[in-house]
C-alpha cells in the first residue's frame, strides 16, 4: 500500500483566495482526520469521518473551512477565503478502529502558506 | 476537556545516556500512544499502550503506561544521534476511541 495520500505537499496562495487541500486514505480504513499543526498550537484535530460520514467537526476553526468525504478513497478540506493565519501543515491520517488498536497512518502533509 | 502534557518539552542529550520522557493526560483512559516526527517529516506511529501496566520496547525505546496515575513514559535507553526527533504522546478523548488528543511533543536532541 502507498500509505495515506496527500496533495499538494506545498501550497503558496495569497490571501481571499480559495484552497483546496487532498487526501487518499488507505484502502480498507475507515477513519479519516484532518490535522492542523502549527509552532504555537501544535497539533489540532480539525474533522474526522467514519465511514464517509463527519463524526466531529468541533476543531473546525470557522466556517471558512470545510471538509468533505465524498467516498472512501478521497477527502478535501477547503478553505475559502483563506488567511494568513491558516498558514501551517496539515496532515491528514487514517485508521481501522478508530483512534485504534494500532494507531492512525498520517500522510505526508501539505505545507500552506498564505501571503 | 481532556489535556494531554509532556514534560520536558526540549531534551539536549549526549549518545549513550539514557533518559526518560514523561506524558500526563487529564480524564481516564485505558490507553495510550506514541508517534515520532523527524523535522520536516510526517508522524510515524511508534506505541500503542491498551492497559494499565503495558510496556513496549522498540530498540533503544521502551513505553510504559500507568492509567491509574494518568501517566505514560518513554525511556530511552542508550541514546543515539538516529533518535534525534520529535516525540508526541496521545491520548483518547472520550470512550470511543475514536478521538485523539496530543500532547504538545517533546523535541529531542543526541548530541555525539
Known amino acids: 500500500d502507498a500509505g495515506v495520500i496527500q496533495s499538494p505537499r506545498h501550497e503558496v496562495t495569497e490571501m481571499g483566495q480559495e484552497v483546496t487541500l487532498r487526501c487518499k486514505p488507505i484502502s480498507g480504513h475507515d477513519y479519516l482526520f484532518w490535522y492542523r499543526q502549527t509552532m504555537m498550537r501544535g497539533l489540532e484535530l480539525l474533522i474526522y469521518?467514519?465511514?464517509?460520514?463527519?463524526?466531529?467537526d468541533s476543531g473546525m476553526p470557522e466556517d471558512r473551512f470545510s471538509a468533505k468525504m465524498p467516498n472512501a478513497s478521497f477527502s478535501t478540506l477547503k478553505i475559502q477565503p483563506s488567511e494568513p493565519r491558516d498558514s501551517a501543515v496539515y496532515f491528514c491520517a487514517s485508521s481501522s478502529y478508530g483512534g485504534g488498536l494500532y494507531g492512525y497512518t498520517f500522510g505526508s502533509g501539505t505545507r500552506l502558506t498564505v501571503v | 476537556e481532556l489535556k494531554v502534557e509532556q514534560n520536558p518539552l526540549f531534551l539536549s542529550m549526549q549518545e549513550g545516556k539514557n533518559y526518560t520522557i514523561y506524558c500526563n493526560y487529564s480524564?481516564?483512559?485505558?490507553?495510550l500512544y506514541w508517534y515520532r516526527q523527524d523535522p520536516g517529516k510526517s508522524l510515524e506511529s511508534l506505541f500503542v499502550l491498551l492497559s494499565n501496566g503495558a510496556v513496549k520496547q522498540e530498540g533503544r525505546l521502551m513505553a510504559s503506561l500507568d492509567t491509574k496515575a494518568r501517566l505514560s513514559t518513554l525511556h530511552i535507553t542508550a541514546a543515539v544521534h538516529d533518535l534525534s526527533a520529535t516525540y508526541f504522546c496521545a491520548a483518547p478523548h472520550g470512550t470511543s476511541y475514536d478521538k485523539v488528543i496530543f500532547g504538545p511533543g517533546t523535541s529531542l536532541s543526541v548530541i555525539p
Open positions: 480524564t481516564t483512559s485505558d490507553r
Open positions: 469521518f467514519n465511514n464517509n460520514v463527519p463524526i466531529d
